[in-house]
């Protein structure tokens, strides 16, 4: 009776490890949530952008077509990790959203970060630049597209130093993207033969950036490093022209500009700044017609950051995992896994890889804002400076404090 019971406890075992089995291959349902700042500083470089390039890649995904029902919701976090917390739990628990993607505000995509973990979802993180996520905040969960403060500070900052600009002040948001970003253009200056002169920190959204700027003014520093994004960024670039800072000899260094944040100010305004991007609408024939189908469908016509290019090009690549997996198993760390194996490769960003540590590997460009003489249309603002390879474009390995690299 015993080895009859013994056998037929493991027989019913067997059967519904392979139930499980076959329902996870049958399981071809998944929920995406676009969690970004919709209305406030970074609804034009995210927001509602970061749902359309979501809705394109599953629609060019194939996966509709092949059976799968792909749903997809947006949230806006308003700034606030609070509110950014509450809405993934809403999302993991009630909804049952498998994938987040978005995020800008680093404050926020840290906390969001944790409950993915907790909630083995995932988070393909494009919107938030904190190099911590894929460091010391690393988790099994979360992939880090697109951009990361060691990515810009290595980009602009060394690049301005080694050209002369080796005196720096910065004007820094005051949350954990601007400390972030301070951080490690800092150490890119000092690496570079630079030296930082001082600093002062800015609330988010700040409409008078006047007493900053003067203190800046006042360092006497060559270079004046905005450690800010969005509506920030070009707020202090329009009061900084109108203080006439640049004009007198100092150079603002925007350490995160967007293409709509150059849209927004004109090259009249914009112009000569140097930045550090990972993507541009017209770099080639690929990023062309993402591009033009994107502004066609934007109510606003924008075209689309380097943001929007990152939840597009994470969705594709995290289509591509499920697909390798046969269905989708609902298990987050296991989908990440997947995708690390699986070598990254589309139109936008080209051919790259996913570190262990969850960051993405692909080149970047130091480009510089045409004056309006050289520009020969709309939207045709960048001219390329430098291309920084792969390799060279993002936190070394042997450097990372990611703790998923001791193991």
Same mark, same amino acid.
């Given at each position: 009776?015993?080895? *009859? ?24 349902? =998944? ?12 609804? /034009? ?22 059976? +799968? ?15 950014? #917390?509450?809405?993934?739990?809403? +999302?993991?628990? =009630? ?37 911590? %996520? ?19 500070? &290595? ?12 005196? +720096? ?6 949350? !954990?993207?601007?400390? @972030? ?18 600093? =002062?920190?800015?609330?988010?959204? $700040?409409? /008078? ?6 203190? !800046? ?14 509506? /920030?960024? $070009?707020?202090?670039? *329009? ?6 800072? $640049? ?33 541009? +609408? ?8 993402? !591009? ?6 934007? *109510? ?6 380097? #943001?929007?290019?990152? #939840?597009?090009?994470? %969705? ?20 990440? @896994? ?23 590997? &692909? ?5 510089? #804002?045409? *004056? ?12 390329? =400076?430098? $291309?920084?390879?792969?390799?060279? @474009? ?14």
């Amino acid at each position: 009776m015993k080895t *009859k019971s013994i056998a037929s406890l493991l027989l019913t075992t067997a059967l519904t490890l392979a139930a499980a089995s076959l329902a996870h291959a049958d399981d071809k349902v =998944v929920k995406i949530g676009a969690l970004s700042d919709q209305s406030g500083l970074y609804a /034009d470089l995210g927001g509602p952008g970061s749902t359309l390039a979501a809705q394109m890649a599953v629609e060019d995904s194939g996966l509709t077509g092949k059976g +799968w029902k792909i749903d997809i919701i947006a949230g806006d976090h308003q700034n606030k990790p609070d509110i950014g #917390v509450n809405i993934a739990r809403q +999302w993991f628990d =009630v909804d049952k959203v498998d994938v987040i993607v978005d995020v800008p505000n680093s404050g926020v995509a840290l906390a969001v970060s944790n409950i993915v973990k907790e909630k083995n979802g995932i988070l393909l993180n494009s919107g938030a630049g904190t190099s911590d %996520l894929t460091n010391a905040q690393c988790t099994p969960n979360t992939i880090h597209w697109t951009y990361d403060t060691y990515t810009l500070a &290595h980009g602009t900052g060394s690049a301005l130093t080694k050209n002369g600009g080796d005196s +720096w002040f910065f004007l820094t948001a005051d949350y !954990a993207f601007g400390a @972030a970003l301070e951080r490690d253009t800092t150490a890119a200056v000092q690496a570079a033969g630079g030296k930082v002169l001082g600093g =002062v920190k800015a609330p988010l959204s $700040t409409a /008078d950036f006047s007493s900053f700027l003067l203190q !800046a003014q006042a360092s006497k520093a060559k270079i004046i490093g905005l450690a800010n994004a969005g509506a /920030d960024t $070009t707020n202090s670039i *329009k009061q900084a022209a109108e203080f006439g800072i $640049t004009s007198s000899g100092q150079k603002l260094a925007a350490l995160l500009l967007f293409i709509t944040d150059v849209h927004s100010l004109g090259l009249n305004t914009a112009q000569g700044l140097n930045f550090t991007e990972t993507f541009y +609408w017209d770099m080639n024939d690929g990023t062309r017609a993402f !591009a033009k189908r994107f502004q066609e469908r934007m *109510k606003n016509h924008n075209m689309p950051t380097m #943001v929007h290019a990152g #939840v597009y090009a994470s %969705l594709l690549h995290y289509f591509k995992a499920l697909e390798a997996l046969g269905g989708n198993p609902h298990d987050g760390a296991k989908i990440v @896994a997947k995708m690390k194996e699986i070598p990254t490769d589309d139109a936008l960003f080209g051919k790259g890889s996913i570190q262990p540590n969850g960051r993405t590997i &692909h080149p970047a460009y130091l480009f510089e #804002v045409k *004056k309006p003489s050289e520009s020969k249309g709309p939207w045709d603002y960048y001219k390329l =400076v430098s $291309t920084i390879p792969a390799d060279e @474009a993002f936190t070394p390995l042997d450097k990372s404090t990611c703790p998923l690299l001791k193991k």
